[in-house]
């Protein structure tokens, strides 16, 4: 069991923190901070047994704690992470690990030379349809990968007020790329590999901070195969995966991470109908289990720290979904196709 300390407490690190207090044998959180140390900050560390500390500092100078957990805006998870791991903290970092490769491969560099383990939430890896998928596709059973696709939709950005970290163009570029896309970047690289290049198209429609809120990119896999990705953040929540092969696709259906939705939905309620339709023959469909993707991700974390089975997403995976990141980024700004 390690002691970790959750860094921001907003909807989101709240949820964290939920998925596994007082159930989880490998990891519990004994701290906490967050730029506003307010009563609703101060009840919910109560509620769950942690110490509210002042900073971030005063967390990595405790020698009793671990880990820290980091759920803080996406441009200082690096500095974060280097400051974490010279102390000797392992690092669980919410996506995006980094907006830009050299920042990633910073941080990576900092906590190897440190020794320490880090995570990644890229926790829809974790889910058994994925699991599923990713066997399908190893055994040769979709034939030859010709195409990835998902669609990730939320109304979030409709709601953010203009002093949000999130309603910045610099800490969210391209919209819902990082709240949500990068999620689909993750999930293209586990199953299809590397990406080799990018177009992206990003833009304003209706919301009112500035941010955009409808993104659509092309990707072209180093193995050949093809991948789309489309991100709205002012529309209903859903998810769509898709995996297209020879033999046949696959077909995930889901939900986002609503804010303001209860804490279960976020945590087990991501994936919902399935479909595989082979090239002949009828569909196969099911309802994918119920299954904790957040409790799962902290306690894998967890047990690589201390020397277990290492994270399911590699360094080298990490640092290159921050190029990905930045390619994007880039060509959404360009007009133009990037190399990763």
């Given at each position: 069991m390690i002691n970790a300390a959750i860094v921001g407490l907003g909807w989101w690190g709240k949820t964290l923190v939920e998925s596994v207090s007082g159930?989880?044998?490998?990891?519990?959180?004994v701290a906490g901070t967050t730029r506003s140390l307010s009563d609703d900050a101060k009840a919910f560390a109560k509620e769950h047994n942690m110490e509210l500390r002042a900073s971030f500092e005063d967390i990595i100078a405790d020698p009793n704690i671990d880990a820290?957990?980091?759920?803080?805006?996406?441009?200082?998870?690096?500095?974060?992470?280097?400051?974490?791991?010279?102390?000797?903290?392992?690092?669980?970092?919410?996506?995006?690990?980094a907006l830009t490769q050299a920042d990633a491969a910073a941080a990576v560099a900092a906590a190897e030379k440190a020794g320490v383990t880090i995570g990644v939430g890229y926790n829809r890896r974790f889910h058994p349809e994925?699991?599923?998928?990713?066997?399908?596709i190893n055994s040769g059973e979709l034939g030859t990968i010709l195409h990835c696709e998902a669609t990730m939709t939320?109304?979030?950005?409709?709601?953010?007020?203009?002093?949000?970290?999130r309603a910045s163009k610099d800490e969210t570029p391209c919209g819902g790329?990082?709240?949500?896309?990068?999620?689909?970047?993750?999930?293209?690289?586990?199953?299809?590999?590397?990406?080799?290049q990018v177009y992206a198209q990003s833009f304003r429609r209706v919301v009112e901070v500035d941010a955009d809120d409808t993104t659509s990119i092309l990707f072209r896999m180093k193995d050949g195969m093809s991948g789309y990705l489309s991100t709205m953040t002012a529309t209903g929540g859903g998810f769509n995966f898709q995996i297209y092969g020879s033999k046949g696709f696959v077909k995930l259906e889901g939900m986002t991470h609503v804010a303001g939705a209860p804490s279960e939905e976020r945590r087990f309620k991501l994936f919902s109908n399935c479909t595989f339709k082979p090239i002949k023959g009828p569909?196969?469909?099911?309802?994918?289990?119920?299954?904790?993707?957040?409790?799962?991700?902290?306690?894998?974390?967890?047990?690589?720290?201390?020397?277990?089975?290492?994270?399911?997403?590699?360094n080298n995976e990490t640092v290159h979904c921050a190029a990905v990141t930045e390619a994007i980024v880039k060509s959404a700004d360009s007009g133009q196709t990037e190399k990763v």
């Open positions: 159930v989880s044998d490998d990891i519990r959180f820290v957990v980091l759920v803080t805006p996406n441009s200082i998870h690096s500095a974060q992470t280097i400051a974490a791991a010279e102390h000797g903290k392992h690092v669980f970092c919410e996506k995006p690990f994925i699991t599923k998928l990713r066997e399908m939320f109304p979030n950005g409709l709601f953010l007020k203009p002093d949000a970290w790329l990082t709240p949500m896309g990068v999620h689909a970047i993750d999930g293209f690289i586990d199953l299809c590999g590397e990406i080799d569909a196969e469909t099911w309802n994918a289990a119920s299954f904790d993707v957040a409790r799962a991700a902290l306690d894998a974390f967890a047990r690589a720290a201390e020397g277990g089975e290492p994270y399911i997403i590699s």
